[in-house]
């Protein structure tokens, strides 16, 4: 039987350590949503925990009327001898992986505010990082 030299990276746990939402009640057929994006990474050895912090503003007439901020963490494990570059990895595999949780975290948490369901659009991190 042959040996298969796999390699790559694990997932060992998906997290939700920080979810802040803040909102005041107003009709919601006006309110405008922003969404900030942005990554953090710390590296040990062949462990890896990445973060996905998504900051959304909701605005009525230009008045900001809620605030939501949410970290959604990874803790992979490197193993093998992989050749997917790390900062290929941390650029555009991580978030891809961790971006369906904080969707669906976002539209659970708008509807159970009694809001309008918030759902972001899908993204595609690897056609981003190619602008």
Do not use: C, W
Not at 2 to 13: D, T
Not at 89 to 104: D, G, K, M, T
Request: overall charge negative.
């Amino acid at each position: 039987m042959e040996q298969s030299n796999k390699s790559g990276y694990k997932i060992l746990n998906i997290t939700i350590p920080k979810t802040i939402f803040e909102y005041e009640e107003v009709s919601q057929n006006d309110v405008a949503i922003s969404l900030h994006l942005s990554t953090t990474h710390h590296k040990n050895n062949n462990l890896l925990i990445f973060d996905l912090k998504a900051e959304l503003t909701l605005k009525v007439a230009e008045k900001s009327v809620g605030n939501i901020m949410i970290i959604v963490r990874g803790n992979f494990e490197k193993f093998g001898d992989s050749e997917l570059l790390f900062d290929d990895f941390v650029a555009v595999n991580a978030p891809s992986i961790l971006y369906p949780y904080l969707r669906e975290h976002i539209t659970s948490l708008s509807v159970k505010a009694g809001l309008s369901a918030i759902v972001l659009e899908p993204m595609n991190f690897a056609a981003l990082i190619k602008r």
